[in-house]
């Protein structure tokens, strides 16, 4: 991590000649539970992970923004004025689309100095640890800070969803952000997508000897596709359908009707959602009560839902799940909106080692590409770092 801000510092100085004014960090993340809930209202708990995407930001003398990243070969330059979605790249869409959103939220970009900004990063990239937030809120705090903003971090977290939604046009939930942003060290954030209340929830891994692994299958998933969009879709015809404003209001003991009155794929899309939600408070309760070694089978159940009733897994991903339990993990998951990405899995540190072993034993007997598997702690948020 120190490494990473002294090369964010040499990057900076490299591509643009001049000296950063300050070095900023936010998180990856892994979702420990709660899946495809935050545009539906309801629940999630993510963790921000020990894993940075790290800006160094100089300020200009003129109206100009320019943008580079270890990323691209590119950089990208405009004049602040000119910053329009549709107009902004396709990576650079990130960074200059916070800096287009915060000028919606209020922000006269005519009158604040242009910037220059560079952009390191050991968040795999899309493999559903989130670097798009993690780009996304690093380049908010620092903005919000040389341009003295004195916005919160929940307005912040609103702005980088717009950023996200209609600068590069991916109609994603505001999680992500959220667990950027308000991530601790050693705690989950247990947000409320409806009240936007986020509460950090201590998870005690390390005291129980576990650890959550990340197994990043490599296969790269895209949340800018149709198929995110098609589930959003479902789920608010299903909402519709049902005579509520949204699926958080739908309790469980509604589900036999729902299947009555909604066609099969419909009525599985909404089954997954209202389940998902409960398995939330059913997680966040029993860490509470019976700590971290009990949660397991809310992760294997996630999956299932996710797997059979969303349909957003994928076999590279429900092999890992099925490997991981299969080797001493006590409960497995994918994380993030599926497609592709990544797997997690609760494991106690004795039975690490073997479990490596054994997934890339079993990618390799079905012929697939190695999978990257890792551990990764609950860390601290988005931060000025110099
Ligand atoms: P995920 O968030 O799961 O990693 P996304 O598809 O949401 O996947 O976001 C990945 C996109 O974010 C990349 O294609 C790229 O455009 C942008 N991005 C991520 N990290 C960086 C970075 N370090 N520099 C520039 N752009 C980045
Ligand atoms: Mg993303």
């Known amino acids: 991590m120190s490494d990473l801000r002294d090369d964010v510092r040499d990057g900076f100085r490299n591509a643009f000649k001049s000296e950063p004014a300050g070095v900023w960090s936010a998180p990856g993340r892994v979702n420990l539970i709660g899946e495809h809930t935050d545009y539906n209202e309801g629940f999630v708990l993510p963790f921000a992970i020990d894993r940075r995407t790290v800006v160094a930001v100089g300020v200009r003398d ?36 916070v800096a287009w959103a915060l000028g919606e939220f209020g922000v006269d970009l005519g009158a604040v100095p242009g910037v220059d900004i560079f952009i390191d990063s050991d968040v795999p990239v899309g493999a559903g640890l989130s670097s798009s937030a993690a780009v996304e809120c690093a380049v908010a705090i620092a903005l919000n800070d040389v341009w003295q903003l004195g916005l919160d971090r929940q307005t912040l977290a609103q702005v980088c969803q717009r950023a996200e939604n209609a ?33 950090p929830i201590p998870l005690g891994f390390a005291e129980a000897g576990l650890a959550i692994a990340v197994i990043d299958t490599g296969v790269q998933h895209s949340t800018a596709g149709g198929e995110y969009a098609e589930r959003r879709e479902a789920c608010e015809r299903g909402a519709r359908e049902l005579g509520v404003p949204s699926l958080r209001e739908l309790r469980a003991d509604r589900l036999d009707e729902a299947r009555q009155v909604l066609d099969d794929v419909t009525f599985r899309r909404v089954r997954h959602v209202v389940t ?103 860390s601290g948020g988005a931060q000025r770092d110099f």
């Not at 270890?70 to 200059?96: F, H, I, K």
Request: proline share 5%; charged share 20%.
């Open 62 to 97: 003129d109206r100009r923004m320019r943008v580079a990243s270890t990323y691209a070969d590119e950089v990208a330059a405009l004049s602040m004025v000119e910053l329009r979605p549709g107009q902004l790249g396709e990576w650079s869409a990130y960074p200059l689309g």
């Open 167 to 199: 600068a590069v046009g991916a109609p994603t939930g505001i999680m992500d952000q959220y667990a950027a942003l308000f991530g601790r060290k050693d705690s989950a954030v247990f947000l409320d997508c409806r009240g936007m209340d986020a509460e």
């Open 276 to 378: 998902e939600n409960q398995r939330v408070l059913d997680t966040v309760r029993t860490l509470r009560e019976r700590g971290p070694a009990a949660i397991g089978p809310f992760l294997d159940d996630s999956h299932l839902s996710l797997r059979n009733d969303f349909e957003v897994s994928t076999p590279e991903l429900d092999l890992a799940v099925e490997t991981a339990n299969a080797n001493g993990a006590l409960g497995a998951r994918m994380t993030g909106a599926g497609f592709g990405g990544s797997v997690i899995a609760l494991v106690p540190n004795d039975a690490l080692s073997l479990l490596r072993v054994a997934i890339d034993g079993a990618f390799a007997e079905h012929g697939l590409g190695q999978p990257d598997t890792f551990v990764v702690t609950a």
